[in-house]
């Protein structure tokens, strides 16, 4: 059976700092992990979770944590305890879209498509916020507002749509962040070149904020092309 008709996988779960998330992620990929998830576990911890295809050899993935962690400089004796579970298939795209909200970078609001998301629409309450976006049943989603350039007075919002489909850019990375922020702050018009373009969302973002300004963005994978393609089109530029 393969894994896309798989009903269940093998899932290892280990708690650890934000620091050693790194680490515990490359360990689990190198015991056959087939990918792992970081969620928060409470009091500054992660729980960083390893899909497998089938029930590992815990002793062996626990060898690959702790040479992982040896290697990235951040073992310790501490007992490294690891949990496993079974995982039921599901809708994973279903899962995935419900956990997926707005990102606010800047003046601009990170959106999937699914999300009906227009400044200033009226949201009764919140009506004229640039603090959250409005989902397709009305239910107001709060964004990120701590940057002081997205509160300013008078600041213009611009929404950008992302679908990313298995494409790299989506707002939530740090380095689209800082790309985000950096042409906000010295983009002026000129021509923009965004190689590795994945969703597209920083030509995206470039030809939203000066229309006439001469685009190119490029990507040595065809599917990436494609979702960047589709993004322009979502965003009518």
Same mark, same amino acid.
């Not at 909200?101 to 916020?129: C, M, N």
């Not at 702050?185 to 001469?214: C, H, N, P, W």
């Given at each position: ?24 992620? #490359? ?39 702790? /040479?992982?962690? %040896? ?25 995935? $879209? ?11 609001? =990170? *959106? ?12 009764? !309450?919140?009506?004229?916020? !640039? @603090? ?9 989603? /709060?964004?990120?507002?701590?940057? !002081?350039?997205? *509160?300013? !007075? ?21 380095? *689209? @962040?800082?790309?985000? $922020?950096?042409?906000? $702050? #010295? ?32 990507? =040595?994978?065809?599917?990436?092309? %494609?979702?960047? $393609? ?8």
């Amino acid at each position: 059976m393969t894994a896309a008709h798989r009903k269940s996988w093998t899932a290892v779960d280990v708690i650890t700092t934000s620091q050693s998330r790194e680490a515990i992620e #490359y360990g689990l990929m190198e015991a056959d992990a087939l990918g792992t998830e970081t969620t928060s576990a409470g009091d500054d911890c992660l729980n960083v979770r390893g899909y497998f295809e089938t029930a590992p050899d815990i002793d062996s993935v626990r060898g690959a944590l702790i /040479q992982s962690l %040896r290697i990235h400089g951040r073992f310790t004796s501490s007992t490294l305890n690891l949990k496993t579970s079974e995982i039921v298939d599901r809708d994973w795209l279903a899962e995935w $879209k419900k956990s997926w909200q707005p990102v606010k970078v800047g003046r601009f609001i =990170i *959106t999937p498509p699914w999300l009906v998301s227009e400044p200033g629409a009226d949201r009764g !309450p919140h009506a004229g916020s !640039p @603090r959250g976006v409005v989902d397709a049943t009305g239910s107001y989603a /709060q964004v990120e507002s701590d940057d !002081p350039v997205a *509160t300013a !007075p008078g600041s213009d919002t611009l929404v950008i749509r992302i679908n990313p489909g298995m494409a790299f850019g989506t707002g939530t990375h740090e380095t *689209t @962040r800082l790309c985000l $922020k950096a042409i906000e $702050k #010295y983009f002026q018009g000129e021509s923009f070149l965004d190689v590795g373009t994945g969703t597209g969302i920083l030509a995206i973002v470039a030809a939203k904020m000066f229309s006439e300004a001469r685009i190119e963005a490029c990507d =040595i994978d065809a599917e990436a092309i %494609r979702i960047a $393609k589709d993004n322009a089109q979502l965003n009518d530029v």
